[in-house]
């Protein structure tokens, strides 16, 4: 009863609709669990690039994170879609977000919730589709603030970020494959990962397969796991902080394994398997079920919540910035041009 009136108290004191999901969000993010947040109905759509009328839902195609000093706060561009629009238009993760249509990110109201948990402090762009936008950002500390323009000119997905991440790395890592799976949802990722080994990447002598982001489904990392696995190639799996759910049973499952090796940070720790509850005009919330069993047969019996999964090779990680730069992948490309990985066997 005392959660409830709190949930009712903050969508009364909230002076918007956007202010009220993220005083719930605040709450509910009290539980101290994995998978407890507040899904606003366009964020929805964006993650799913379709909308509840089946019509495709166009967004920029980024997330961007919230970070606090003792300045003040500041937001900077997390994650990017490949293809999407953002990344398209020339923003870079590490980017601090200023203003959007001259309006102060803060303070906008197209700042909307991205779907993580409280603690994490992640934010999107809302836009309409076809919608052209003026961003403002500035790429490194203390420059002059910069901007572009970028159109919500296509209903990105999942699948499609995951087929746009395949590439060859080129003359500054010869012979290094690079695919991202943006999260293991769909089990047609697992065809476009054996299409992309058999096709695009088959002339690599060593792979990058990057699990940062979100994660998925059981029966979908099973066979990502199996076909890494058969591969056989010197492999660098990126893993950070954000790395969740699924993509971490997968990184457990992988690392220790002959030619393989995790380069990164700890990820998130964050493993309950998710169920959706649904209000009004598509609100939904997004809480933990249980499946524990089901997950840590895959674990040892070992319990991720909370804990994470650690890297072979730990590198820090710093969001702002970053001017195009990527840290973890560069420790990776660095790792498989010396030599073939020598993991730990150890996973935790």
Not at 100 to 106: E, T
Not at 165 to 187: D, E, K
Not at 285 to 314: H, S, Y
């Amino acid at each position: 009863e005392k959660i409830e009136g709190e949930l009712v108290q903050a969508v009364r004191r909230s002076p918007s609709t956007q202010a009220a999901y993220e005083a719930l969000n605040e709450i509910i993010g009290r539980f101290g669990v994995s998978h407890t947040a507040i899904v606003p109905p366009w964020s929805y759509a964006s993650m799913l690039g379709k909308g509840p009328n089946g019509k495709p839902a166009f967004h920029l195609g980024l997330t961007v994170q919230k970070l606090v000093a003792l300045d003040g706060e500041r937001f900077f561009v997390r994650e990017l879609m490949f293809g999407g629009a953002a990344r398209e238009a020339g923003i870079h993760i590490g980017d601090e977000l200023l203003a959007v249509n001259g309006i102060p990110f803060s303070d906008s109201p197209r700042k909307t919730l991205a779907g993580y948990e409280a603690r994490h402090s992640m934010y999107t762009i809302q836009v309409d589709s076809g919608e052209r936008v003026r961003l403002g950002y500035r790429r490194r500390a203390g420059e002059a603030a910069r901007d572009l323009e970028a159109t919500a000119d296509r209903a990105s997905t999942a699948l499609d970020s995951t087929r746009g991440s395949v590439r060859m790395l080129g003359p500054t890592a010869p012979g290094v494959g690079y695919i991202h799976l943006w999260n293991l949802l769909s089990p047609e990722t697992v065809s476009i990962f054996e299409e992309a080994l058999a096709k695009k990447l088959r002339s690599a002598r060593t792979l990058v397969l990057d699990l940062r982001g979100r994660g998925g489904q059981v029966r979908v990392l099973k066979a990502i796991a199996k076909r890494v696995e058969a591969d056989g190639r010197p492999t660098a799996v990126l893993v950070d902080n954000l790395a969740r759910s699924a993509k971490e049973v997968l990184a457990y499952m992988l690392k220790g394994g002959a030619k393989i090796t995790l380069v990164g940070d700890t990820t998130a720790g964050a493993v309950r398997a998710a169920g959706y509850v649904t209000f009004g005009s598509q609100l939904r919330v997004m809480l933990p079920v249980n499946a524990r069993i089901q997950i840590e047969r895959l674990t040892d019996g070992i319990d991720l919540e909370g804990r994470g999964v650690k890297p072979d090779i730990f590198v820090e990680f710093q969001l702002p910035y970053l001017a195009g730069r990527d840290p973890i992948l560069e420790r990776a490309i660095t790792l498989l041009g010396s030599e073939a990985p020598r993991p730990l066997r150890r996973r935790l």
